[in-house]
């Protein structure tokens, strides 16, 4: 088999098993579009101040819950699947066949983006019909769709790297969480920053990724400012986690 | 390293092998070759160093010291030619469980460039009629076949399996190893570990056996330890009171039972049993044996059984103790 043709077989692969697992379905793929209802429900007619720019709280959360699935599709999903996979012995089991390395891991990041690309046009469709989400036409599509894919990427290459510090599948759910949940929320992506937020919370939100590339989510959505500097933050952090684990990823269960 | 004849005559070869783990040294200079076609089994106690060097022949860990050559190849540098010739099978390994058997092996085979066909596996391994099962309801021997299919999906010309059939019953340790003759039916090369000294003996033409990280002995199962040319040990109880002839000099062991080694097993036998019937004596547990693939296994391991574990059965363990030591 050609390597192109390797490569979309392993996707689909990477798909059967993907949805024949009703935790990895669930928790990538229900999970950001139960939040949009359940917090679109409770907190839909309040008032979110961007800058001098006030929208409906429940097109924010269109857009907030846009980069919480992308978060969770490539960064979770990615770090639990593989940490899980390493444990079982799989990887190691890969790594004794001919397969290339990065065509196996590459295959499973496409799917993470699939899933990811997946998920914010259902949220989209879902925020357009009921929400007064602005969908994104234009030069704000393009930059929208540039944000999206440096941040799935990015994403999902952190997903990777975190794998070095879980040491096994038991413990992944928790380091998985305790990196990803506390950001989510400082970033402003379950509990919207308004103009009342404590200057450190924003300090800490503008180290991290999650931050910069909720509001290049919201510039889509809510037609807010697109800033290059966002995808240019997102980016790095997506360089750093695959030189990480690149350096650091391990085929076999941590012992 | 030598260049080796590819119609081959020698699949594996291995020189002077070593290994350490910081202070501990897992293998110390191993010696061993494995002929194209043939079925060799590493065996020896937990922690004696099998898997480290099956794992470095695979080329999953390096050496520190000494030459291998598996197919012609080194896996220390050459491991990614290798890997479509050799199918391996891990000492433990899983596979997505989401996944039907089938889909699996399809999974695999599409890694390879020359892959077997997939009924075909499927029959040698004997799971046919779970080809559509998810990985996940499969049994622990049945998920071993599948292992053994995975394996076999790239068509190698070199199996490796690592303990096939650890933890099974004996049902499926039976089915596994059918499933392994079949291989060596295929012409296949199979380099499989096993602290199971009967399934050393079932399925190997030959076994070196390996201890703290050395062979200390190798050769077909029938010959090992001298077993064939070992004399063979008369055993009974001596009613009390009762005196043997001079000729007959039997040394005592445990239990009050005694043993006698004879130069001539026949006319021995003949003589003790003459003596006895004579005297009207009865031999109770009378018994005449060679010593078992396991009576050599542990004298070569040297090492009692309580320490290895549950691959040493009790009746080895106390035949052993009763005897004291081996013959000859
Ligand atoms: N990765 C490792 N790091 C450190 N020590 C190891 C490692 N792998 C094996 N060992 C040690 O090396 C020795 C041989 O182990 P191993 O090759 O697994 O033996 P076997 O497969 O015969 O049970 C054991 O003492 C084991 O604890
Ligand atoms: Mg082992």
């Excluded at chain 1, 990777?160 to 992944?172: G, K, L, Q, W």
């Excluded at chain 1, 998985?176 to 919370?201: E, R």
């Excluded at chain 2, 077997?116 to 998810?134: P, Q, Y």
């Excluded at chain 2, 005592?252 to 009207?280: N, Y």
Aim: aromatic fraction near 8%.
């Amino acid at each position: 088999m050609n390597r192109p043709a390797l490569f979309a077989t392993q996707v689909r692969y990477v798909n059967k098993a993907y949805w024949r697992n009703p935790a990895s379905a669930f928790f990538t793929f229900a999970f950001p579009l139960m939040f949009l209802v359940i917090f679109t429900s409770l907190l839909g007619n309040g008032k979110v101040h961007i800058g001098a720019l006030v929208v409906k709280q429940s097109t924010y959360y269109v857009a907030a819950m846009s980069a919480f699935a992308v978060v969770t599709a490539c960064y979770t999903n990615v770090a639990m699947n593989v940490t899980f996979q390493r444990d079982l012995g799989v990887l190691k089991r890969i790594r004794g066949t001919p397969i290339p390395s990065w065509l196996y891991l590459g295959a499973r990041v496409v799917h993470a983006l699939l899933m990811a690309v997946l998920l914010v046009l259902l949220t989209t469709a879902f925020g357009a019909a009921f929400y007064h989400a602005h969908v994104p036409s234009g030069t704000t599509l393009l930059r929208f769709l540039v944000m999206l894919a440096v941040g799935a990427g990015s994403f999902a290459a952190l997903g990777f790297a975190i794998t070095a510090a879980i040491p096994n599948s038991d413990a992944a759910p928790a380091v998985v969480n305790a990196s990803v949940l506390p950001l989510l929320f400082l970033s402003g992506v379950f509990i919207p920053l308004g103009n009342g937020t404590p200057a450190w919370i924003r300090w800490i939100a503008k180290i991290f990724p999650i931050w910069h590339f909720a509001r290049g989510m919201e510039s889509g959505f809510l037609g807010t400012h697109f800033s290059w500097n966002d995808v240019l933050v997102v980016g790095i952090w997506g360089v750093a986690g695959l030189v990480l684990a690149i350096r650091h990823f391990s085929w076999e269960p941590r012992v | 390293m030598a260049v080796m004849d590819r119609s081959g005559s020698t699949a594996v070869e291995v020189r002077g092998l070593t290994k350490a783990y910081g202070e501990l040294t897992a293998v110390a200079g191993i010696d061993f070759e494995i002929r194209s076609g043939e079925i060799f089994a590493l065996l020896g106690p937990n922690g004696a160093g099998k898997t480290t060097t099956i794992e470095i022949l695979e080329g999953y860990r390096q050496r520190d010291g000494g030459e291998v050559s598996v197919l012609g190849l080194d896996p220390g540098t050459q491991a990614e030619r290798l890997r479509s010739r050799i199918g391996i099978v891990l000492q433990s390994t899983g596979v997505d469980r989401y996944l039907t058997v089938a889909e699996t092996i399809a999974m695999y085979s599409a890694y390879y460039p020359h892959p077997r066909r997939r009924d075909e596996i499927l029959e040698l391994v004997g799971l046919e009629a779970k080809r559509d099962s998810r990985v996940l309801k499969l049994s622990g021997g049945q998920q071993r076949r599948l292992d053994v299919a995975i394996a076999l999906s790239g068509d190698p010309d070199l199996l490796f399996l690592d303990e096939p059939t650890t933890g099974f019953d004996p049902s499926a340790r039976r089915e596994a190893w059918e499933v392994v003759k079949n291989l060596a039916g295929l012409g296949k090369t199979v380099l499989l570990t096993t602290h199971y000294m009967d399934e050393a003996q079932y399925l190997a033409d030959r076994v070196a056996v390996i201890a703290g990280g050395r062979i200390v002995e190798s050769g077909p199962p029938a010959t090992l330890g001298g077993r064939d040319t070992a004399r063979a040990v008369i055993r009974f109880r001596l009613p009390p009171g009762a005196v043997l002839p001079a000729d007959l000099a039997v040394s005592p062991v445990a239990d009050g039972m005694v043993e006698l080694v004879p130069e001539t097993l026949t006319a021995t036998l003949h003589r003790l049993t003459g003596w006895a019937l004579e005297q009207g004596i009865e031999l109770e547990d009378l018994s005449m044996a060679r010593p078992t693939l396991e009576d050599v296994y542990l004298e070569l391991t040297g090492a009692p059984g309580a320490h290895h574990g549950e691959h040493i059965s009790q009746e080895a363990d106390r035949r052993r103790r009763r005897r004291g030591s081996l013959v000859p």
